[in-house]
């Protein structure tokens, strides 16, 4: 009996290690079925379009498990509805935890596009697994990347497979037809518009035919065609807001916005999102004062959504009420955006001449510095005041410490710089182009030129011009890099030799003819220089650097002259 009490004490202890194996179990399927009961209700909150609840649930998530691709889905999916922008750094986590999803890299340059990062959609497509060039809806995205980025005939490619790859498919043929819309050749884009009439007509496609053909006529000035297609939009129940805004654009064209404004603020006020759309339509017709009454009579501003807030802000900001925008951001907390609150402020310091800028926009420029993306929202904010400097250097911080946002923070800076012809600011972006794609002969030949502009690392600079001479000797502002290296090293005769090949329109072109004349002078032939210097100066697009040169090269032709 002595071993009966060890078997009881043994089968305690297997009952007891079962029920806590039991226990244990039951522990997990609850943490299980936890976390999908966060993701199931944050779907359908945001289905609903309650987005405060959707962004609660989705937060759930995100803290249960961080490294859960359907959490950082949800919360990507959410913060896209509320503010693309918050949304583009969730993307690039759902990608990398999921690699070889391709929908996720759609997901990811979708909601690029949005913010209007047209290099980070390009880098979200191009890094997608391979099987991403058999899908149409990647072939359609890539031709909408494409067209962001002024690339018309890489896109008219990628519209045409998309419509090859998935031939019903309505919204890309619109698409592809949209570009041809745009084309030189009239008789091209009159056909596209027939397309469009008939799939206006078809019963499948009509609802993007004409918001196609109507954006089309608004385009073209052609009033009578843009009533009859807003007209027929209008007649339809399955339209969105967007279709409204576009027809009421059409009425506005019109002299006739008055007679549906109030009903569209009707429809408007019953969604957030539809009412910061409208009052962006307001502010952008010079009905920024209607925006503001309208808003305070609809909504308690400090309790609505950020969203609705900032719409207000920048209702005032039209309107140059600065000490009442103080005073209403005063009050406000935006989180997500508290920095654009406190540089709204500093900005109303600013215009008033009112002591504190200084501290203001510090705070604005601290608070930022805890997310990247919201250093390069920032500066999109100021640089749309005509904050170069601000914005500038808030972009340069963004390229040398947020890699997701980097791209798009140089294309910025490029932009700022081209329009105040700064050959040193553009030689600096065009360094860290190089430096991220160089086999990008765009990136390669744009460093090569600066550097040779301002006369710095020559050496180096002309083998670049020459490897993407090689690669491209067609090209006229490859072959005008190539020739301005040869003209460094005493080789005009080489750089004629270069420029020559191109056609007589390329060599026409100002700023192709200014380095032809340069590389004449050198070779001798100054008459044939003189023409084409002359050619060069109908443009006053010159940077300082190729001014110097240009008067420098004028005044040889006229000592060479006497």
Not at 12 to 22: E, M, R, S
Not at 148 to 171: C, K, N, T, Y
Not at 464 to 475: D, G, S
Request: net charge neutral.
């Amino acid at each position: 009996m002595k071993g009966s009490g060890k078997n009881k004490i043994a089968v305690a202890f297997l009952v007891g290690g079962c029920v806590i194996c039991l226990g244990w179990a039951g522990y997990v399927f609850y943490q299980i079925e936890r976390h999908q009961m966060y993701l199931r209700n944050g779907r359908h909150a945001l289905e609903r379009f309650d987005l405060s609840s959707a962004l609660s649930f989705a937060q759930l998530a995100i803290q249960d498990r961080r490294d859960d691709a359907d959490a950082c889905r949800l919360i990507a999916d959410v913060r896209d509805a509320i503010d693309p922008s918050t949304a583009l750094a969730w993307r690039v986590r759902v990608a990398q935890l999921e690699p070889a999803n391709v929908a996720n890299y759609l997901s990811w340059a979708e909601t690029a596009i949005k913010t209007g990062n047209a290099n980070l959609s390009l880098q979200a497509l191009n890094s997608a697994p391979k099987e991403r060039v058999a899908r149409a809806d990647w072939q359609n995205l890539m031709g909408r990347t494409q067209v962001a980025l002024g690339q018309i005939a890489a896109a008219a490619a990628s519209f045409g497979e998309a419509v090859r790859l998935a031939p019903g498919h309505v919204d890309y043929q619109v698409d592809f037809d949209s570009l041809k819309l745009q084309s030189a050749d009239s008789s091209a884009a009159a056909q596209a518009r027939n397309e469009l009439e008939t799939l206006a007509k078809s019963g499948l496609g009509e609802l993007p035919a004409l918001r196609t053909l109507l954006s089309d006529a608004l385009n073209r000035r052609d009033l009578n065609r843009a009533r009859t297609f807003g007209a027929a939009i209008e007649r339809r129940t399955d339209g969105d807001f967007n279709d409204i805004l576009l027809t009421l654009e059409a009425r506005d064209r019109a002299g006739e916005a008055n007679q549906v404004l109030d009903k569209v603020k009707q429809r408007a006020v019953l969604n957030p999102q539809d009412t910061v759309a409208l009052t962006y339509w307001l502010i952008g017709h010079r009905r920024a004062n209607d925006a503001t009454k309208w808003l305070r009579e609809r909504y308690q501003l400090a309790s609505a959504p950020v969203s609705l807030q900032m719409a207000y802000a920048d209702a005032l900001i039209a309107q140059g009420r600065w000490s009442e925008l103080e005073s209403e951001l005063s009050r406000q907390k935006w989180p997500d955006s508290e920095c654009l609150r406190l540089a709204s402020i500093a900005r109303s310091l600013r215009e008033r001449q009112a002591p504190g800028f200084g501290k203001a926009w510090s705070q604005a420029t601290e608070v930022a510095r805890t997310d990247q993306s919201n250093t390069f929202r920032l500066g999109v904010l100021v640089l749309s005041w005509g904050w170069k400097g601000e914005a500038s250097e808030l972009f340069w911080q963004v390229a040398e410490t947020a890699p997701a946002w980097r791209s798009q923070a140089l294309w910025l800076l490029w932009q700022i710089f081209l329009a105040d012809r700064n050959a040193a600011g553009l030689m600096c972006v065009a360094a860290g182009q190089h430096q991220d794609e160089p086999n990008d002969i765009r990136y390669k030949n744009n460093y090569a030129f600066y550097l040779l502009l301002l006369n710095i690392n020559v050496e180096r600079a002309r083998q670049l011009a020459e490897e993407c001479w090689r690669q491209a000797p067609l090209q006229p502002n490859v072959a005008s890099t190539y020739a301005l290296a040869l003209y460094r090293f005493d080789k005009s005769k080489e750089g004629v030799q270069v420029l020559e090949k191109l056609s007589d329109k390329d060599l026409h072109e100002p700023n192709v003819a200014f380095y032809y004349a340069l590389v004449l002078n050198g070779a001798g032939q100054t008459d044939k220089a003189r023409d084409y210097l002359a050619l060069a100066r109908k443009t006053n697009r010159f940077l300082p650097e190729e001014l110097e040169l240009a008067n420098r090269l004028a005044a040889d032709l006229a000592i060479r002259k006497n």
